[in-house]
């Protein structure tokens, strides 16, 4: 009997560590690349991090540089359902059987790398491995790269590439990164490097310091949104929004995103610079073809950010989990939706502040439902209704440990709220990206 080639891979990786250990050294990676032929060297690059809006704003320039007729690769983690999710040849999720292949040709490397360096290489680095050796070999013309966790010690980080983007930066894994929105920057600014061009999102003021300094330590050149680039103007449309965006070069304006929230104006504007800013346009250059960049920002979607996967009642999948995320999905649900009851589906790692994120969601909120999903790092159902219990309430929280019979119970409990007619209610499933996956694909989202 045939074995299927991501479960194969997929077993083949589960041995080597897992995506939220890391071990502060380059020289793993650096080391396997090295044997491969530097891969990563043979493709321009956009290179992003940050702690919300990465995923989003990768997939905003990845139409772009595609509508320029350039050939991409996208990397950007975790997977909502798939592996192949990560690694994308012009914008088209490469195949299992693909990246078995690309896996078993480097697999022999691994080994030697192991042996050398004491330390095996992690499931993330081998992911960052394949990705570079499959963009090498596609060939592609540019490369956008989100990181995994961090940025001056993340596996991605031997990219030398020409522009870096600094989506908004706010408090996540402090376990790993510090205990503030200072250390936590300090860390990502380590994606700037020399002569690059550094494109920065609104940031806290202690956070734009930190990467104003390494800017100009390396001798990068920065724009920053709401000085060089911006949103100038949005309206909520149905489906999305519409947009006019300042750019490097000029003003764009007629722009429809068919994405949720000013969140994703944000992150519309800092994809557009960067793709600016690969192209050369800018300040005495001009600026892109207006009907290009229309055409591009009309294709984008992005799986799992406040997506409607479902009619009457209306249901959003929503990967928000930490409450710098889900204070921007809270402010989406007030601005692009109109719901008189809105129930709560709420799964959540155990190592984020499910405090904060409940908190949150409380005055949004008329019921919710807590439960889990597959993930070993979840928190337990009944430890969260604990929790829920005492910022909504018991009366508002109801407990189903299965996600799937959460779903349900859901959708029950917003019918039942509701009076003759069904427009106006919803559920929102959310709070990490493995339930905003599983809900996908319970729900039968493509």
Known sequence: MSVDPLERLELALSTRWGETKMEP?????????????????????????????????????????????????????????????????????????????????????????????GVRLSFFEVLVALAFSVFADAPIDVAVVEVGLGGRWDATNVLDAEVAVVTPIGLDHMQYLGPTVVHIAKEKAGIISAGSIAILASQPAEAAAELLRQAVEVGATVAREGLEFGVRQREVAVGGQVLTLQGLGGLYDGIFLPLHGAHQAQNAACALAAVEALLGAGAGAGSLDLEIVREAFAAVSSPGRLEAVRASPTVLVDAAHNPHGMTATVEALHDSFDFHRLIGVVAMMADKDVDGVLALLEPVLDEIVVTQNSSPRCMAADDLATIAVGIFGVDRVTVEPHLDDAISTAIELAESGSDDSLSGTGVIVTGSVVTAGEARVLLGAR
């Open 25 to 117: 050294s380059k020289d793993r990676i650096a080391a396997l690349l090295d044997l491969l032929g530097s891969p990563q060297r043979a493709f321009r690059a956009i290179h992003l991090t940050g702690t919300n809006g990465k995923t989003s704003t990768a997939r905003m320039i990845d139409e772009l540089v595609r509508a320029f007729g350039l050939r991409t690769g996208r990397f950007t983690s975790p997977h909502l359902t798939s592996l192949t999710e990560r690694i994308v040849l012009d914008g088209e999720p490469i195949a299992p059987a693909a990246l078995l292949a690309a896996y078993d040709e480097i697999a022999p490397l691994l080994d030697i790398v192991d042996e050398q360096s």
